[in-house]
């Protein structure tokens, strides 16, 4: 059955819409960065380049790195960007482009995030890695999914008990990584946990200028939440994302955390692009 054209836009050279990408352009190992800068920050290590392209802020570049062939993608920021882009990516391996049709043999991409954020715990010092065991969905953008078969229930409805999480709100989903490529990925180095991931930077991550919060203890209960060990590590706007999708889709992620800052204790790092280069290079590595 053919997919629309109103629902699979094409560019008129047969690219993806939004990426302005075609298969060819992209390997099935992916890293995943926010920022357009930070591209050439990860392929300025790369042997060989074969592919760039930008589009808004999505900027691919494709080479080598150690022999391994790599995809770097700029998501931008937001639960929304990721929807684009990892439909969009899938729509690349797994679908006909010129019938239309999904592919009878499924591709699976493997997705690593490269990202900063906030630590909400005192342990979890400045500039220091953090890898997400889970992501903590409570932005609502997978909820325009089925999603029931990668939710944790118990741990959701905990998360809502503790947190005394407001009806009104969308329900908190849980997600977890591919353990497979967190294997691949960990280290004796590496902090792991929860990632919250919130629909905004100010008052859904609990920060406040000139608006009042509809819950001002909220990130105080979250920093609290325990189930069975389980902690809530991080906060920032793109992983649960990433996992909800990429399970649906079949394929494998897993995020990385350079910390930027600690909420709990009002720090900030002092050498933010050296910690953010260091992830880099251990990433690299780790894939390779």
Not at 56 to 74: A, D
Not at 105 to 122: A, D, E, F, P, Y
Not at 201 to 230: C, H, M, S, T, W
Request: include cysteine.
């Amino acid at each position: 059955m053919k997919i629309k054209e109103s629902e699979l836009i094409l560019n008129p050279d047969g690219s993806i819409y939004h990426l302005n990408l075609r298969p060819e352009h992209i390997a099935t190992n992916i890293i995943f960065v926010g920022d357009q800068d930070r591209v050439d920050k990860v392929t300025q290590y790369f042997d060989s380049i074969e592919f760039t392209t930008q589009k808004r802020e999505f900027k691919t570049v494709t080479g080598t790195y150690k022999n391994k062939r790599l995809t770097v993608i700029s998501t931008g920021i937001g639960a929304d960007n990721i929807d684009i882009v990892l439909n969009e990516l899938d729509a690349l391996v797994n679908i006909d482009l010129k019938t239309r049709e999904i592919k009878p043999k499924h591709t699976t991409l493997s997705i690593v995030r490269i990202g900063t954020s906030g630590s909400l715990q005192k342990d979890i010092p400045v500039d220091s890695f953090l890898l997400s065991s889970y992501g903590l969905d409570i932005n609502g953008m997978l909820r325009s999914y089925l999603v029931d078969e990668i939710s944790h229930p118990e741990i959701e409805h905990a998360f809502v008990a503790q947190t005394d999480w407001n009806t009104k709100k969308t329900y908190p989903l849980i997600i977890a990584n591919d353990k497979n490529l967190e294997e691949k990925l960990l280290s004796s180095t590496m902090y792991t946990g929860i990632t919250a991931t919130a629909g905004g930077f100010y008052g859904p991550q609990g920060r406040v200028l000139r608006l009042a919060l509809q819950d001002d203890e909220l990130n105080k209960k979250i920093d609290n939440f325990n189930y069975k060990g389980l902690r809530v590590t991080n906060l920032e706007m793109e992983t649960s994302a990433i996992y909800g999708l990429a399970k649906l889709l079949g394929h494998k992620a897993c995020s990385l955390n350079a910390i930027m800052a600690n909420r709990v204790n009002g720090i900030f790092s002092k050498n933010p692009e050296e910690t953010i280069d260091k992830l880099i290079k251990y990433t690299l590595d780790k894939l390779v």
